[in-house]
């Protein structure tokens, strides 16, 4: 039997998912063609660097997803968590 918090593996599977969804959403990129005007290549030079920061969005929510997972697997909950006393030292 292995020892998982599934709060935490859940929210990991979630963001893994939404990485990939806006993985695949910005898959397709941006192309420019030849006499293109000066506006048309400021509007192709937005649109790629809006591109390439939701693909480091979507690389930074897997890479945490999967961190997340992996520490679900380690993460163990005490018994007595919700009655946790603090020890007063001995005089």
Known sequence: ????????????????????????????????????????????????????AYQMLSGILVGIGFLLVLISFGARRKKDSATRKEKKPAE
């Not at 005007?37 to 660097?49: A, G, K, T, V, W």
């Open 1 to 52: 039997m292995v020892l998982v918090d599934k709060r935490i593996l859940t929210i990991g599977l979630v963001m893994i998912i939404i990485g990939i969804i806006v993985t695949i959403a910005s898959a397709e990129q941006p192309i420019g063609e030849s006499g293109m005007s000066e506006e048309e290549i400021i509007d192709l030079m937005i649109s790629e660097d809006q591109n390439q």
